[in-house]
């Protein structure tokens, strides 16, 4: 009797914090849940962004918050969690850097068979003109087309570039 008391108040903790699934209603399929984290600080606040992160591909490769925003994974409390080089909410022009950082790589690029040219075309289109020259903060960064943390493969049908 206390074990399971005990089962069902660990089960009700991890529902309230996000890290557990309910199960799915009749006739629904349920997704893949996300292993909770137990030594990535990030997610301590910031759950809402790792539940939209988990579809994604960079998490599948592997990426993590601090591979784009920077900060200290291992810390779970501010201000350390944000302590060194770190990039809350990057403007647009920061967001072409950030993304820059990995999507200019050629030798990154090359094993997903994905174009490292793609800062470079930016720059010249109508959008990275007006961003990038003008300086104008109205127009199109990376993150308009491409969600900011729930980045799918081209060919998924939820994709906002499928």
Do not use: W
């Not at 990039?87 to 920061?94: A, N």
């Not at 003109?129 to 903060?137: C, H, I, V, Y």
Request: aromatic share 4%; glycine share 8%; hydrophobic share 40%.
């Amino acid at each position: 009797m206390r074990r399971a008391a005990l089962a069902l108040i660990a089960a009700a903790t991890l529902l309230a914090a996000g890290l557990a699934a309910p199960p799915p209603a009749a006739g629904q399929a349920r997704e893949a849940a996300a292993p909770a984290d137990t030594v990535y600080g990030c997610v301590v606040c910031h759950a809402d962004k790792r539940r939209s992160f988990i579809q994604g591909v960079h998490a599948e490769e592997g990426i993590r918050c601090s591979d784009c925003h920077g900060g200290d994974p291992g810390a779970f409390a501010l201000p350390a969690a944000h302590a060194g080089p770190f990039i809350g909410t990057p403007d647009k022009r920061e967001t072409v850097e950030v993304c820059a950082t990995c999507h200019s790589r050629v030798d990154l690029m090359r094993q997903y068979g994905l174009p490292a040219d793609q800062v470079a075309e930016l720059a010249e289109s109508r959008h990275g003109q007006l961003l990038l020259r003008e300086r104008n903060m109205d127009a199109p960064t990376c993150t308009d087309c491409h969600d900011a943390h729930t980045i799918l493969r081209p060919d998924d049908a939820r994709s906002n570039t499928h």
